[in-house]
């Protein structure tokens, strides 16, 4: 069966202290992998997509990774408006043209000021 | 270019009734997708569809249909609303190729009572 899991659950860091959040996945064929944020009451935003083992993406403090069987997100410094849940999805293919994504249940970040 | 809009934002029904939801994808976006997110269970794919046909199916009863019209706007329908069926429904657009990234709306916050 084809799984996401997220580590940890949730994660307390103090302003400026750099930490990495894990998405680790079994599936049958990888066609994607995405990141998102989400903030309370809100959809989730797109922050990366990553495609193949060894694909790196950065954005401000954030950096994504890939590898065969997990992704990382770096946050470098991070601030205090980083503070939300960071979503982890695949897409599998399953030989057909579908977009379903597969998530994980997600790390809640606080930064503390 | 305008993001993905969902009405209505907030909607409180009672057991028995069923309700409709709207979703209005990206323009130029074809392929639409709807999730339910609840604490206990996370992000849930419910269906996709692209050009008007269903294209992915997810585990949830027939109680959950959708449909997408001409213009790539789409509808769920709930019937016979459960106390369980209380979410967030998300619905997320995207290009027509399998693989691309998805974009999520704010979504509509259902209440059962």
């Known amino acids: 069966e084809d799984q996401v899991t997220q580590s940890p659950e949730a994660l307390r860091l103090q302003e400026g202290e750099s930490s990495s959040l894990n998405c680790s996945y079994t599936v049958s064929g990888l066609r994607g992998l995405f990141w998102y944020r989400q903030d309370p009451g809100k959809g989730p935003e797109f922050l990366f997509t990553?495609?193949?083992a060894g694909e790196e993406k950065e954005k401000e403090r954030l950096k994504a990774t890939l590898t065969k069987k997990e992704s990382f997100l770096h946050i470098t410094a991070p601030k205090p408006e980083d503070s939300a849940t960071y979503l982890c999805?695949?897409?599998?293919?399953?030989?057909?043209?579908?977009?379903?994504?597969?998530f994980g249940t997600g790390t809640l970040l606080a930064v503390q000021p | 270019k305008a993001g993905v809009t969902q009405t209505p934002r907030y909607l409180i029904k009672t057991r028995g009734q069923q309700v409709t939801l709207s979703c209005s994808p990206i323009?130029?976006?074809?392929?639409v997708s709807w999730y339910q997110q609840t604490p206990g269970q996370g992000l849930q794919f419910l269906f996709e569809?692209?050009?008007?046909?269903?294209?992915n199916k997810g585990n949830f009863p027939g109680r959950f249909s959708g449909r997408q019209f001409s213009n790539s706007r789409s509808e769920m329908n709930v019937s016979t609303l459960e106390l369980g069926d209380s979410a967030l429904y998300l619905c997320?657009?995207?290009?027509?190729?399998?693989?691309?990234?998805?974009?999520f709306g704010p979504g509509t916050r259902l209440l059962v009572l």
């Open positions: 997320a657009s995207s290009l027509a190729r399998a693989g691309e990234t998805q974009y």
């Open positions: 323009s130029g976006h074809r392929s």
């Open positions: 999805a695949v897409q599998v293919n399953y030989g057909g043209a579908t977009n379903k994504l597969i």
């Open positions: 990553l495609y193949s």
């Open positions: 569809y692209f050009s008007e046909t269903q294209r």
